[in-house]
């Protein structure tokens, strides 16, 4: 089992994605590919990804990462 040095939550919504993470703080994002690119790149080294699951609308973030 892996041991996750940070973690990062992810609110999703039908237009947006609210991120946040200890280092970074809030951010919010459009809920689309290039939503899911920017928070990759803002991503920290080993974290593990919690998101609330509305409807299914995480279907695409969840398959992008």
């Known amino acids: 089992m ?9 609110d999703v ?9 200890f280092v970074s703080g809030h951010s919010q994002y459009k809920n689309g590919i290039d939503g899911f690119r920017h928070i990759v ?15 299914s609308y995480h279907h695409l973030l969840a398959s992008y990462l």
């Open 2 to 10: 892996s041991e996750y040095t940070n973690f990062v939550s992810i």
């Open 13 to 21: 919504s039908k237009a947006k994605l609210d991120y946040y993470d």
């Open 41 to 55: 790149k803002g991503m920290p080294d080993n974290c593990c990804v919690v998101m609330e699951a509305t409807g």
